[in-house]
């Protein structure tokens, strides 16, 4: 009896699908990626001036805290639908409508952040005389660096969920061949994407950990008991600069 | 704007709001998908996290599960169920799915609201003699209230989310209008089922922002709005 090739049988764990159609999976998960890293940079980019106005003036906090819970709310289907007349059939339906998204968790933990400087902090900066700039990226910034970082986490994550969402107009990375595999029937390009999905949010996460590990070395606590002279000193402006 | 007009023409065509692809009918089975799907995690999540919240164990199975939801897609895991052999049985394999990702912001803020109560109080109740059912019903539940409301609110915003994506796979609910709209390039009937889609979400915050004002059985007590921030969801920061 010849044995039936797992394509035919539809199984949903599938070497021949992998084999045959490698280039496939490569493309979209590169597309997913790029969607990805777009998003959160953009993200980034413009969470942290947003949550600089909103902490410098409190008119400015309550409509951008506001607005960004709003945002959150809406499902993404109608997220990126509504964006289409704006912005056509294109890949920044999907960018535009993920960054939205990442605002709400990017604002929110650069504010905490911001807010846990410890005062006396700020005040030893100010002795030392710095200005607002120097303050702000020597002092502040770091400090506020493991707060920024797990909302990052959190919104790359999310992202990287969100973004086979992208597939109703065809900018949905994995998410294209989750949605093409359920039209077709075809479970192993299913399986396979999802998988992979859920991969690259374990592999980004697992990045951006180690990303601040290398960035604030002065939160790790050591294993063992630390010689007590070097364990003191930890300058956070030093650490970044 | 031309989307705008041709979409208020859409909203305001009667005939686009009656019948089986009416708006009204499509309301109608997201409503019920999500009333289902909150109900049923609900009843599953709000027990485990009381007793391990009051007990004190399984912090971080309650931290991971939440993790672990934000990392699947919601996508992947309902058309996954549609091909498993539970894809036959109607709308189970999205009310599955739908359950499978509101259980962990109900259990994660039930639990840390369980545990944030402050331990004095805990200790004061037991030293009045209450016994741990007493002290759950009496002092956890009605000062993790706040918290645990919130967790029911993410949920059920995360539901009417993903019941949305059910009409990607060929399931019922507003989504529908959104998803028909693209097959009939009809931006018009695309935006309008998006506008519908988010002012329903929007509603449904609002409807438990209000719910966990007024059930707040603290807040009822003292007779004078306590706080007026909402509790932002545990998982956001």
């Known amino acids: ?241 | 704007m031309d989307v705008v007009e041709r979409t208020w023409t859409w909203l305001a065509t009667g005939a686009h709001w009656t019948g089986g692809d009416g708006v009204w009918h499509r309301l109608d089975q997201h409503l019920y998908l999500t009333a289902v799907s909150l109900l049923i995690s609900c009843a599953i999540a709000l027990p485990v996290a009381v007793v391990l919240g009051h007990l004190g164990r399984g912090g971080a199975l309650a931290v991971n599960l939440s993790n672990v939801g934000r990392a699947v897609p919601t996508f992947a895991v309902l058309v996954l169920l549609l091909l498993s052999p539970l894809g036959q049985y109607g709308s189970w394999p999205t009310v599955i799915a739908l359950v499978l990702f509101a259980i962990p912001p109900v259990l994660t803020n039930a639990y840390v609201g369980m545990r944030e109560v402050d331990r004095d109080m805990v200790e004061a109740a037991r030293g009045m003699g209450m016994t741990g059912p007493q002290v759950v019903a009496r002092v956890e539940l009605p000062l993790a209230f706040p918290l645990i409301m919130t967790g029911v609110r993410s949920a059920a915003v995360q539901i009417v989310a993903t019941a949305t994506l059910a009409a990607l796979a060929g399931g019922g609910g507003l989504g529908r209008v959104i998803t028909a709209g693209f097959r009939l390039t009809d931006t018009a009937q695309v935006v309008a089922g998006a506008l519908l889609v988010a002012v329903f979400a929007l509603l449904v915050e609002g409807v438990f922002v209000l719910l966990a004002r007024l059930l707040d059985p603290v807040r009822r007590r003292s007779g004078r709005a306590a706080a007026k921030v909402v509790p932002t969801p545990v998982s956001d920061v």
């Open chain 1, 1 to 241: 009896m010849a044995e039936q090739s797992c394509l035919v049988s539809n199984d949903w764990i599938c070497g021949e699908y992998l084999s045959t159609r490698g280039q496939e999976l490569v493309d979209a998960t590169l597309q997913h990626i790029g969607i990805t890293l777009a998003s959160v940079a953009i993200g980034l980019l413009v969470a942290f001036p947003l949550a600089l106005l909103a902490r410098a003036r409190r008119s400015v906090r309550g409509p951008v805290l506001g607005l960004t819970t709003v945002f959150y709310a809406i499902p993404s289907l109608a997220m990126f639908s509504l964006l289409v007349p704006v912005l056509g059939l294109s890949v920044s339906v999907v960018v535009t409508g993920l960054v939205l998204y990442s605002l709400t968790i990017l604002v929110r933990n650069i504010l905490a952040g911001l807010a846990a400087v410890p005062e006396e902090a700020r005040e030893a900066a100010r002795g030392m005389g710095y200005g607002p700039v120097r303050l702000l990226f020597g002092v502040e910034l770091p400090l506020a660096l493991p707060a920024l970082m797990a909302g990052l986490r959190i919104a790359t994550v999310s992202t990287v969920s969100l973004t086979t969402i992208g597939s109703i107009i065809g900018y949905g990375g994995l998410g294209n061949l989750v949605l093409g595999g359920l039209r077709s029937y075809f479970k192993a390009e299913v399986l396979t994407a999802s998988v992979l999905c859920v991969l690259l949010a374990i592999v980004a996460d697992v990045a951006l950990l180690l990303l601040q590990r290398l960035l604030t070395p002065w939160t790790r606590t050591p294993r063992r008991r630390a010689p007590r002279v070097g364990a003191a000193q930890s300058p956070a402006g030093e650490a970044v600069a």
